[in-house]
């Protein structure tokens, strides 16, 4: 019976699932918590260690059955078939015949050619079972530490019930919520996307990173007198993302989809598509000329820019030798998307111009907008969207640079823009990839894939897209906290940066993105804050949503994975040779008696060479007895109650023997047996005599 278990912080299926990736047959998994997965492993090598035994047993059966031989033989072939009967593994088997055949050397008829192959077939079936016994760990081993998150509250969030939500919760429940995951999603990419380590929290989903490949050298994504270069731009494109393989939903062959996700940015000119606006005396601002503002889809009459930026004024800009105030960036963003290749004015921000517009169709197009009014340069910066010549002052502060003044200086312009185009696809899993896509467009294009409402396909998308942030969502929520600039800014005052920072800061958006992708696991657990539950979390509606609930893998190094075919192989191949190991004897001696009527030789010689018989003839040839309980090769003889068997004599330590120990039960016993053996005599004689009258 599976159950959720809380080894983590997440609760994990503990119990039999198919792990997709790997296949219907080979996926099918057992999943256990550490302390359990712990115990059945031990269990496995013990079990793995009593089919070792079983496996030598054929072994050494076999062997034994083919060298057994009638005629006589010297001490070796004795010796060698005594090993080969009483050995209880491979290891001592090769170890005694090596003896054996040391001691032979010289005293046996070509004993390297009668004892070698068997040394050598002896270590080649033990080095095959050991190598078999290591494969075997591969039940656990073998298997990857992908787990089934339980699903149990399950759900996904969503903007609420209009009947229950109004915009005050939505400020201070939802938002700020949002806020948060954007944050996580932030210090997951400067953790593990940046970092090559292996930091524990990195080793959450089922892919620590989602690689993209990266164009330094794009062309411009527009028309080419609008981008500030025409061929030193930045695509980025994550090519056909699997959305079971990378972003870690467990699906069968059927619900395999793949995703990809491009951006294509480049700094734009301003120089034409600006112009001053002064509100007062004291008061300027910057406008851009990129298209009209679209505010909630109603075209305001004279509103002809796309957005303005303050002009600081000299008296607005820090003192020569002020310290104090802390300036900052300040980072927004305009959207202009399209639905099925057509503008959406309803959540387009702007309406692009022409230079633009070619962009749009059946893609989103961002305008990122980086000012900073009040931030201070200690270098020149060459960067195209963070462009800083212009002298500020020569600060003669010494909390600044000791001995002396410093040049500083501030941006070349009040705004700096990049224009980045976004596309997704969403496509059937085919060879080679992006042959049959649904999606192929912009973001809303993905939240309405073109496809009927019932195919499974359709739930699976906007369960994506329900946690995806664009790049656009992504600087939106986290304004200036996204730019990875602001780690060498103090007080105001930026730090050296390198003529490529702007690609690095499109990368770290990027990046962002699509680790958001990768959270998508989160919807297989509940919020913890109990308001975002209650209003903004709504559970799954459809049989695929279920049906997603409860196939979101996550790596987990807290339960153990157990392969069932190779656990079924292992339990069924290994019990049958245990006990065909332990019934082989008893199965030859049955077919034997009924082929032929009685045992045969080489069974009754596997027989007479057990040690414990082997005891019984070497006391028996001293008059000790009698012994009961002889026949059959699978009989331990006894004696009657009190008799007492020969010692060693120890007079020569260097040849001991046994030795008889003279008592009435012995006496008795010899005479016994002498008269057992007179009669038998007897009977010969007679038996003889009987011949020779029939033949006269």
């Keep these: 019976m599976a159950d959720a278990d809380s080894g983590t912080d997440i609760p994990i299926y503990v119990g039999t699932w198919t792990n997709w990736s790997r296949g219907r047959v080979l996926g099918a998994t057992l999943t256990l918590t550490h302390h359990n997965g712990a115990l059945l492993t031990a269990f496995l090598a013990l079990f793995v260690s009593f089919v070792g035994t079983g496996f030598w047993r054929i072994i050494k059966f076999a062997l034994h059955q083919c060298l057994a031989s009638e005629a006589p033989n010297d001490g070796l072939y004795h010796q060698t078939q005594a090993i080969l009967r009483n050995s209880e593994n491979g290891f001592t088997s090769v170890a005694r015949l090596v003896s054996v055949l040391h001691a032979w050397r010289h005293h046996a008829h070509r004993p390297v050619r009668r004892i070698l192959p068997l040394i050598v077939l002896t270590s080649v079936g033990t080095a095959a079972f050991a190598v078999a016994s290591i494969f075997s760990a591969s039940v656990n081993s073998g298997m990857s530490d992908e787990v089934l998150v339980a699903g149990d509250h399950c759900g996904q969030l969503w903007p609420g019930d209009p009947d229950l939500v109004n915009y005050d919760m939505i400020k201070n429940i939802f938002l700020p919520y949002t806020a948060k995951l954007t944050s996580d999603y932030n210090n997951y990419v400067q953790t593990c996307y940046t970092n090559s380590s292996k930091t524990g929290g990195c080793s959450f989903f089922i892919k620590r990173q989602i690689h993209s490949h990266a164009d330094y050298n794009a062309s411009c994504p527009f028309d080419e007198k609008i981008c500030r270069n025409p061929d030193r731009n930045i695509k980025l494109d994550s090519g056909y993302l699997g959305i079971d393989s990378d972003l870690g939903f467990n699906l069968p062959p059927d619900l395999q989809y793949d995703l990809r996700v491009i951006n294509h940015c480049a700094p734009l000119v301003t120089h034409g598509y600006q112009e001053t606006f002064n509100y007062s005396n ?150 080679p990839p992006g042959q049959d896509c649904f999606v192929s467009g912009g973001y809303q294009d993905l939240m309405a894939p073109s496809i009927s409402n019932e195919d499974p396909a359709y739930s699976l998308i906007l369960w994506i897209t329900n946690s995806f942030a664009p790049i656009n969502l992504v600087i939106d929520s986290l304004t200036t906290s996204s730019l990875t600039s602001r780690s060498g800014l103090t007080a105001g005052q930026q730090g050296p940066l390198p003529s490529n920072q702007w690609q690095k800061e499109v990368e770290n958006f990027h990046n962002i993105a699509l680790n958001s992708l990768q959270r998508v696991t989160d919807s297989a657990q509940k919020p913890q804050d109990p308001n975002v539950l209650k209003y903004f979390w709504a559970a799954p509606n459809s049989t695929t949503q279920s049906y997603l609930c409860k196939n979101q893998k996550i790596r ?89 068997l020969a010692v060693l004599d120890v007079q020569n330590p260097d040849h001991p023997r046994l030795k008889a120990i003279v008592t009435a039960e012995n006496e008795h016993g010899e005479a016994e047996m002498i008269k057992s053996a007179a009669t038998e005599v007897e009977s010969l004689e007679k038996g003889k005599g009987d011949i020779v009258a029939t033949q006269v």
């Design 282 to 431: 004291d008061m300027s601002y910057m406008r851009y000329l990129y298209g009209q503002e679209n505010r909630n889809s109603t075209m305001i009459k004279d509103l002809n820019f796309t957005f303005e930026s303050r002009i600081p004024s000299a008296s607005q800009l820090r003192s020569e030798d002020s310290t104090s105030d802390a300036g900052d960036y300040r980072l927004q963003t305009w959207l202009s998307t399209t639905y099925n290749g057509l503008l959406d004015h309803n959540i387009s921000s702007f309406l692009p111009i022409d230079e633009l517009s070619s962009a749009v169709t059946d893609n989103d197009l961002s305008l990122i907008v980086l000012s900073a009014p009040d931030v201070v340069y200690s270098t020149e910066v060459d960067d195209d969207w963070y462009a800083a010549h212009r002298p500020y002052a020569n600060l003669s502060s010494a909390q600044h640079v000791r001995g002396g003044k410093t040049s500083l200086f501030l941006s070349d312009e009040p705004a700096s823009i990049l224009g980045c185009k976004s596309h997704y696809q969403v496509c059937k899993r085919q060879t």
């Design 556 to 644: 987990s190094a807290s339960h153990s994975n157990f392969s069932i075919l190779g656990l079924c192989i292992l339990l069924i191949g290994g019990g049958l040779i245990i006990v065909l190991g332990y019934a082989l004897e008893f199965l030859v001696s049955l077919i034997q008696t009924r082929l032929f009527g009685r045992v045969r030789y080489s069974q009754l010689e596997w027989s007479i060479n057990d040690y414990l018989q082997m005891q019984r003839v070497a006391h028996e040839e001293l008059g000790i007895g009698p012994w009961k309980d002889v026949k059959g090769v699978r009989a331990i003889p006894v004696t009657e109650k009190g008799q007492l």
